[in-house]
């Protein structure tokens, strides 16, 4: 994963302000950032975002850079989508999650989602014949929704004329974060 520079590459991540698993939050945004990356994270509100580690314990308190309400989704290259299964849940009842998902999904722009983050792209139709992995819990919402779920530690779909990359657990994020350097260094400036 070293080598590749990510200067002038845009990343948006959504999240709410409770709930983001910490690591698929603050792990992907540091690397990213280190990488040369700009990374805005947008919550439901400019309040601090309380992670959690393990859906339960008290984790790292992020500052959000903007709102969902807020976010301009064409100017970004990936969204990045962190679970946490409280996170999740809420996040896909935003108002706001389906319009940006579908901003990147209906203009050919890589969505990278991981354990339960995948909850934002079934509640935006976004999975609907796509090959990917989640958190095991999410099989059936996934086949429900069109999608066909594998077991794998991180699956690149690139059907349909955007690219979706998942993974399972915050365990898989050395695959996961290699596939999406590889989207952003790869993607045209």
């Known amino acids: 994963m070293t080598g590749q520079d990510l200067s002038g590459r845009r990343v ?18 540091r690397h990213l950032r280190d990488a040369g990356a700009t990374v805005d994270i947008a919550a439901v509100s400019d309040e601090p975002i309380r992670t959690l580690v393990g859906d339960k314990d008290p984790g790292e308190t992020v500052r959000p850079s903007l709102t969902l309400s ?14 946490g299964t409280l996170n999740a849940d809420t996040l896909r009842l935003q108002d706001a999650t ?16 991981i354990c339960h983050g995948l909850w ?5 139709d976004a999975v609907r ?11 059936t919402d996934i086949r429900n929704a069109g999608g066909t779920w594998v077991d794998e530690p991180v699956v ?22 290699g596939e999406v350097r590889k989207e952003l260094a790869s993607a045209e400036a």
């Open 12 to 29: 948006l991540a959504i999240v709410t302000n409770y709930g983001v698993e910490q690591d698929e939050l603050v792990v992907p945004v």
């Open 70 to 83: 807020e976010v301009d989704p064409a100017g970004y290259e990936l969204l990045l989508v962190p679970g």
């Open 98 to 113: 389906p319009a940006i998902v579908r901003s990147f999904t209906t203009t050919g722009r890589p969505v990278a989602a």
């Open 120 to 124: 934002a792209l079934v509640e935006s």
């Open 129 to 139: 014949e796509k090959t990917l992995t989640s958190y095991a819990s999410l099989q």
């Open 156 to 177: 690149r779909d690139d059907a349909g004329g955007w690219t979706l990359i998942t993974s399972r657990t915050p365990d898989d994020l050395d695959a996961f974060l």
